[in-house]
């Protein structure tokens, strides 16, 4: 098993440019959620989702857009890229809620310029 | 809202000393769950606890979950240059499905 996927794993983008972070999971998990993390600082919850067809806001969902189209897939889209945006962003799945360990992609640094 | 405070930000540790970790909420927590991240990583589930007053306890590491269910704990015994990391704990929001990540505590260990 291939577990939590995320491409690119590294990007640099300038002020005002649109990209999207690709997150897949082969464990036919329900629940997936994004994370920024800051140098230094922990994990922020950007949006998640319970299921297919369902995303809802985290933490500091401003600027981001997700999608929930299929099981395996959780894309979050970057629209208008600031330099705020600069970060690495984590993608994690577990099988059911928060009584479950969440299993974390490699991650995605991304710069913007 | 509700969150969790970590201490110590950072620790730095000669090797064979124990280092603790602690995890505090002002609300009780229905269950906590630590995770490790080392350095260029992603974070890695350890353990979740989920009754009051439980220890559980994998090689060197002892977890503890307090009577009250407000406060957690990660101890290290003889900390090992392996054990270079950041350790996160974290609580679930069970009416939302969300997990809520503590600040961490960064341990570097001294050879």
């Known amino acids: 098993n291939a577990g939590v996927t995320q491409t690119p794993k590294f990007r640099i983008l300038k002020i005002g440019q649109s990209m999207t972070l690709q997150c897949t999971q082969d464990m036919n998990h329900n629940y997936m959620y994004w994370y920024r993390q800051d140098p230094g600082m922990g994990l922020k919850l950007i949006y998640y989702?319970?299921?297919?067809?369902?995303?809802d806001k985290g933490e500091v969902p401003n600027g981001y857009n997700v999608s929930r189209s299929t099981t395996e897939d959780f894309p979050l889209r970057l629209e208008l890229a600031a330099p705020s945006q600069t970060s690495v962003y984590f993608c994690a799945s577990s099988f059911a809620g928060t009584n479950q360990p969440q299993h974390f992609g490699d991650g995605t640094r991304l710069s913007i310029l | 809202g509700q969150q969790v405070m970590q201490i110590p930000q950072y620790q730095h540790v000669q090797e064979g000393e124990d280092f603790t970790t602690y995890c505090n909420s002002s609300t009780t927590l229905s269950n906590i769950q630590w995770y490790k991240q080392r350095p260029g990583g992603h974070p890695v589930f350890l353990i979740q606890l989920v009754k009051s007053g439980e220890v559980k306890k994998q090689k060197r590491l002892t977890f503890q979950f307090g009577e009250a269910k407000k406060n957690s704990s990660l101890h290290i015994t003889a900390t090992q240059t392996t054990d270079v990391g950041t350790y996160f704990c974290?609580?679930?929001?069970?009416?939302?499905?969300?997990?809520?990540f503590g600040q961490g505590t960064t341990l570097q260990v001294k050879p």
């Open positions: 974290a609580y679930g929001s069970s009416n939302t499905g969300k997990l809520i």
């Open positions: 989702s319970v299921g297919a067809g369902i995303t």
